[in-house]
């Protein structure tokens, strides 16, 4: 079990923090409306390996069976002072580009003492996916943002 949450200690350490000279590989970092959003993506098959031996099995719901099944996660960060958000809603449509794409609720998610949002998409093969972001905070307006990831390749 400690070596699966070090695996993904590590994958979401990577997804959330590559420079962004990497970031079409392991996620996008954009700016939006005073804030920072670092996304990043694991296949749920690397997390289905294990995931009868940790709590970031049961994570929405637990893990799909299927490969073609991707976690997006998201860490919010304020621009101007670096603070992480913790205390956010956040709604993500995700799809191959030219479609609607299913939404879903990004659940928070505790990982070593951080919050960090996510949940499962079906993301084949085919690609580019576009993610829409609406992100609420109590007593401010909503915050939309929109991503890009290449296709997905390499299901694991």
Do not use: W
């Amino acid at each position: 079990m400690q070596k699966l949450t070090i695996a993904v200690s590590i994958a979401l350490t990577l997804a959330l923090t590559v420079p962004a000279a990497l970031a079409g590989h392991f996620g996008e970092r954009v700016q939006a409306d005073g804030l920072i959003i670092q996304s990043g993506m694991v296949p749920s098959g690397l997390l289905q390996r294990h995931a009868g031996e940790s709590p970031e099995g049961s994570m929405h719901g637990g893990v799909p069976a299927s490969p073609e099944y991707h976690h997006f996660m998201v860490a919010l960060f304020d621009k101007d002072s670096g603070k992480r958000i913790e205390d956010a809603e956040v709604e993500a449509t995700v799809g191959e580009v030219g479609t609607g794409g299913k939404t879903k609720e990004l659940e928070p998610m505790q990982i070593r003492g951080t919050t960090t949002f996510g949940n499962y998409f079906k993301m084949g093969e085919k690609g580019p996916y576009r993610v829409r972001l609406t992100i609420r905070r109590a007593g401010e307006e909503a915050v939309n943002a929109t991503l890009t990831f290449p296709g997905i390749s390499g299901h694991q």
